[in-house]
Every structure is written in structure tokens, then in C-alpha cells.
T-cell receptor, first 114, second 113 residues
């Protein structure tokens, strides 16, 4: 079974802090994604990556950046956290090539910015 | 472009009732369709999928049929249980956009004994 692990289930940070959310997958997947989930808005794509050191903006990249130095790890960075970034963050991965496979998700990080 | 529209919740049903959650989609190509389930405090888990027209996906008593003519992928279950209480997401992946997924806004289901 694919395992996607997010480093924290719950995180509380202060406004202006630099925040790192980590995601690791164990299936050698090429593609990784970061979403945020908010009530009534579903999942919104922040950034994704097709390969090491590659990144693409999703629908809502403002205020975020990402890093993919190793294939198994995809980090989401809040450069200067703000209260409107309080949300549930979900990481997902999928193998490249087969376009009929599902994305596999971690358990999520619930982030509160005070 | 690609988009998914699913019925708004919340939905509340009594145990053993019949469930339908509607999902329609817009896609530029020939997408694969998925239903995911999210239990409280957890991430999304794949419930079922269908990769081409007229395919039926099924799992844990849930079913959904890929209807190209009506661009729909409605989720059904004949007899719901309290343990089915969760949020359900309809999603599509379009081969024209690589491995990007497009999700509906989710439908919250509560099943009462």
C-alpha cells in the first residue's frame, strides 16, 4: 500500500512566522501535490511537482512556496504566515505515466495561525 | 476547462436508508472519475473509480456508473450505516492535464441510528 506521511497532524504558529509542512511518500511517485481544504470550498491546489526540483503553481499559490530536493519529499512553505492561511493542508502523490490511477493522500495537517 | 459539481450537503439519513449523492462533471478530454471518502480527522481515501464510459465502480456497498451522455457519476448505496458518516468527494483526472485532479466541494453525510 502507498503511504503518504505528513509530519504533523496539528500545528499552531504565529502571524509572520515561516512555517514548513513536510510530506513524504514511500512509493517512488513522480508527482506530488499540496492542497488546502476549507469548508464549502473543497480542495484547492496550491502547488504540484512532476519531478525533483520541478514545481508548478496551482490555483492558489500566493503566500506559499515549495521545495522538492528529493523524490520522496515535498515541502510546503508559508513564507510569512497570516491568519487567512489557517486551514487543513493535504499532501497527495501519484505515479507518473498511468493516468487512470488515483491520487494517494496523507492524513492532513490542521494548521492554525494565531 | 475541467470542473466537478456535486450536490450540496449536509445530508442526514437514517440507518438502512438509500443514499444518492449527485456528481456531474465538465472535461475537455476523456477523464477518469473517482469518489473519495474523508472520515473525521483524516485525509481522503479512494472509495471507487471508473476509467471509461459505462464502467461501474464499486466498493463497500457503494456504486457509481460513469455516464458519458449525462456527464455524471452519481454515488449510491442501498443501505447506509452509521459508520458511513463522512465527507464524500467526487473527482476527475483529465489525461490532457497530466496527473492533475479536479475535486468537487464535498458532501457531508451523517447517518443516524
Amino acid at each position: 500500500d502507498v503511504k503518504v506521511t505528513q509530519s504533523s497532524r496539528y500545528l499552531v504558529k504565529r502571524t509572520g512566522e515561516k512555517v514548513f509542512l513536510e510530506c513524504v511518500q514511500d512509493m517512488d511517485h513522480e508527482n506530488m501535490f499540496w492542497y488546502r481544504q476549507d469548508p464549502g470550498l473543497g480542495l484547492r491546489l496550491i502547488y504540484f511537482s512532476y519531478d525533483v526540483k520541478m514545481k508548478e503553481k496551482g490555483d492558489i499559490p500566493e503566500g506559499y512556496s515549495v521545495s522538492r530536493e528529493k523524490k520522496e519529499r515535498f515541502s510546503l512553505i508559508l513564507e510569512s504566515a497570516s491568519t487567512n492561511q489557517t486551514s487543513m493542508y493535504l499532501c497527495a502523490s501519484i505515479a507518473g505515466g498511468d493516468l487512470h490511477q488515483p491520487q494517494h493522500f496523507g492524513d492532513g495537517t490542521r494548521l492554525s495561525i494565531l | 476547462g475541467n470542473s466537478v459539481t456535486q450536490m450540496e450537503g449536509p445530508v442526514t439519513l437514517s440507518e438502512e436508508a438509500f443514499l444518492t449523492i449527485n456528481c456531474t462533471y465538465t472535461a475537455t478530454g476523456y477523464p477518469s472519475l473517482f469518489w473519495y471518502v474523508q472520515y473525521p480527522g483524516e485525509g481522503l481515501q479512494l472509495l471507487l473509480k471508473a476509467t471509461k464510459a459505462d464502467d461501474k465502480g464499486s466498493n463497500k456497498g457503494f456504486e457509481a456508473t460513469y455516464r458519458k451522455e449525462t456527464t455524471s457519476f452519481h454515488l449510491e448505496k442501498g443501505s447506509v450505516q452509521v459508520s458511513d458518516s463522512a465527507v464524500y468527494f467526487c473527482a476527475l483526472s483529465d489525461p490532457n492535464t497530466g496527473n492533475q485532479f479536479y475535486f468537487g466541494t464535498g458532501t457531508s453525510l451523517t447517518v443516524i441510528p
